[in-house]
């Protein structure tokens, strides 16, 4: 049988169904992940651009490589992969997303319980008095300021987003574990799995025996486990799945 069929099969009989998603579900929206070949590590290094001390040291760096970010991501759409994650929701086969992306396109697509491990880019703090901003108002700052910062209190002002060094919020983590623990079904999608501690939670299938299917351009540390891997692209993948599944 075919790998898009197993999945669909898979599917079919399920209706926890929780997915693990990484920044590989959007680079058909265009934007890019960190490692793959094109991604930005290539010409950022993480330690310098993305940690939570450098942030603090160098915000220039960050801001540089983030507004980057935010223009692809503000013209960015959701793709094949996240309508289907959608459309699983609709049937009442999917319940929840986990994800690490920062890039709001689950909830563009239409989920509505996403987890999002590492904080979202639509907001941002002012470190010094706490103060909200949303994205829209950082991005205008940005037309005339390398480095936005606030206006109440001049403090550096940060996106809501988990850098390097920091670590997820407790209770998006906890609701996450909590999820993954009543699954029926795990789909991971997109993710190297190698940035922690947010890999670790997908990893708990291995005790709970939960199936698994794996989307992915390359393998995973977490192949062995699954019930089905396919590789390739997540937005010509995902399609083809929903295909197979109403042919069953
Ligand atoms: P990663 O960059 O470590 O891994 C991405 C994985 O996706 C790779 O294994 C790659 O082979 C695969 N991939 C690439 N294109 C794909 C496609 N079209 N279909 C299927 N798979 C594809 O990403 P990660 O595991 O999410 O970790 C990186 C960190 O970067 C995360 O913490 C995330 O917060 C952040 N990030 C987020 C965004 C975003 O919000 N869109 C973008 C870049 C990085």
């Known amino acids: 049988m075919d790998l898009h069929k197993q999945a669909a099969n898979l599917i079919k009989t399920k209706s926890n169904i929780v997915a693990f998603t990484g920044a590989g579900i959007s680079v058909e929206s265009g934007i890019p992940d960190f490692r793959s070949s094109g991604g930005l590590w ?25 507004s980057e970010l935010a223009e692809l991501v503000s013209s960015a759409e959701p793709n094949p992969a996240h309508q289907a994650l959608a459309t699983l929701e609709s049937m009442g086969k999917l319940t929840t997303i986990i994800t690490q992306n920062i890039d709001f396109l689950h909830q563009r ?10 904080g979202t880019g639509e907001t941002a703090t002012c470190l ?14 940005l037309k005339s300021v390398i480095v936005p910062r606030c206006p109440d209190c001049n403090g550096l002002i940060k996106p809501n987003v988990v850098l390097f060094s920091e670590l997820p919020p407790q209770d998006v983590f906890e609701e996450a574990k909590r999820a993954l623990l009543g699954a029926d079904l795990v789909i991971i999608i997109g993710s190297s799995l190698s940035v922690y501690p947010a890999a670790a939670l997908p990893s708990l299938v291995i005790y709970t025996k939960t199936p698994v299917i794996i989307v992915n351009e390359e393998p995973t540390s977490l192949d062995y486990y699954a019930d089905v891997v396919i590789n390739g692209k997540a937005g010509e993948i995902f399609p083809l799945i929903i295909k197979a599944m109403s042919e069953l």
């Open 109 to 118: 697509a239409g989920n509505s319980r996403v987890l999002e491990l590492h």
């Open 42 to 66: 290539e010409r950022f290094d993480p330690n310098e651009y993305a940690e939570y001390s450098a942030f603090l040291k160098w915000p220039e760096k960050f801001w540089t490589m983030h």
């Open 128 to 141: 010094s008095c706490q103060k909200q901003y949303e994205r829209i108002t950082v991005e205008k700052m």
